[in-house]
């Protein structure tokens, strides 16, 4: 599709282009908008990186479109802007709720995987509640202290 929206911008009567991008970005919209339907139904922690992944192409492709003015006149694209930032929201809180159980139970793996967590929201996320002093919490649940005994 960025093919097509450069060749208009250089030859705004591209006969091929003003027939391709029209039916490029129909074909992109879809297939997008499918695999996150199909994403969604996942239970799985790893689905929201999948997600975001799409609604940012999405996001990509209506912003190559929309300052490019001579595909702007062919096409109107929609925005997923709203709909990334609420996939990225719905994606930090369920890692922190998930990392919260984890920092809730015992042992240094549970910490360790619990810290991970607490990172992945706060970067899907930046601020994401407090997730930045729950990591240093489960960070200090995962050291171990070792002690040198220099009298055996």
């Not at 391709?20 to 929201?48: C, D, G, M, T, V």
């Not at 940012?56 to 929309?66: G, M, R, S, T």
Request: no cysteine.
């Amino acid at each position: 599709m960025k093919d097509a929206v450069k060749k208009l911008n250089k030859n705004a009567t591209d006969e091929s282009a003003l027939q391709a991008l029209p039916i490029l970005y129909n074909n992109i919209s879809r297939q997008h908008l499918e695999k996150i339907n199909s994403y969604s139904a996942s239970k799985e922690l790893s689905r929201w990186d999948k997600i975001i992944s799409q609604y940012q192409d999405l996001q990509d492709a209506y912003d190559v479109i929309i300052n490019s003015p001579a595909a702007f006149r062919l096409i109107t694209p929609v925005s997923y802007n709203t709909q990334l930032m609420e996939a990225r929201e719905a994606g930090a809180a369920e890692h922190y709720d998930y990392a919260q159980t984890l920092l809730d139970k015992q042992g240094r793996d549970n910490a360790k995987k619990a810290y991970t967590a607490f990172k992945k929201a706060d970067k899907l996320v930046p601020d994401f509640r407090d997730a930045k002093q729950k990591m240093q919490q489960a960070y200090d649940n995962a050291i171990v202290n070792v002690v040198i005994n220099p009298e055996i």
